[in-house]
C-alpha cells in the first residue's frame, strides 16, 4: 500500500470518526493520529485531507445533496458520507492530485469499508460532482511561479 494510499485511508477514518463524535478536530487529530501507524507524511497527508474536507464540508455537503438528486445525505451511510466528502474535497480543491486518481482512491476505500453497492455509489456520484463542478482553486495553495522569459 502506497503513503498516499494510506493517508486516504487515515483521512477518511478522521472524517467517519467526526461524523460520529462531534469532537474538535485536534482532538481527533491528537489522538487517532498519535495511535495510527504510518510515517509522518502519510499522517500530513492525512491531516491535510481531513482537515480541508471537514472545514469545507458545508459546501461538500451542498454539493453531495445536488448530485444526488433526490436523496439527503443523512441518509447515506456514514462510511459512503466519509468517503465521498474526501472525494469531493479532493476534486474540487486539490488541483494538484488527478481527478482519476481521487475517483480510483475513493473507489477502493469504497469496496474495502463500505457497503456491497457502495464502490458504485461512490464512483456515480463523485462522477457527477467533476461533471457539474470545475475545480475550486485552494486558499493556502503556492501562488505558481512565472517563467522566466526565453532568449528572443
Given amino acids: 500500500m502506497g503513503n498516499r494510499h494510506r493517508g486516504r485511508e487515515l483521512a477518511f477514518q478522521i472524517l467517519y470518526q467526526l461524523d460520529f ?40 455537503d451542498k454539493i453531495l445533496g445536488e448530485s444526488a438528486q433526490h436523496w439527503d445525505l443523512k441518509r447515506f451511510s456514514a462510511v459512503d458520507r466519509a468517503i465521498l466528502r474526501l472525494g469531493a474535497y479532493e476534486l474540487l480543491y486539490r488541483e494538484e492530485i488527478p481527478s482519476e486518481v481521487s475517483l480510483d482512491e475513493c473507489i477502493e476505500l469504497a469496496k474495502a469499508y463500505g457497503g456491497e453497492d457502495s464502490s458504485k455509489f461512490v ?20 501562488p505558481e511561479v512565472p517563467k522566466k522569459p526565453g532568449p528572443v
Avoid at 464512483?123 to 503556492?142: E, F, I, M, S, Y
Wanted: aromatic share 6%; hydrophobic share 35%; charged share 30%.
Fill in 21 to 60: 463524535n462531534r469532537v474538535p478536530i485536534e482532538e481527533v487529530f491528537n489522538n487517532f493520529l498519535h495511535e495510527a501507524r504510518g510515517l509522518p507524511q502519510v499522517k500530513s497527508f492525512a491531516r491535510e485531507l481531513s482537515g480541508g474536507a471537514w472545514d469545507r464540508r458545508g459546501e461538500i
Fill in 123 to 142: 464512483n456515480g456520484l463523485l462522477d457527477q460532482v467533476t461533471k457539474a463542478h470545475p475545480r475550486k482553486k485552494v486558499l493556502n495553495a503556492k
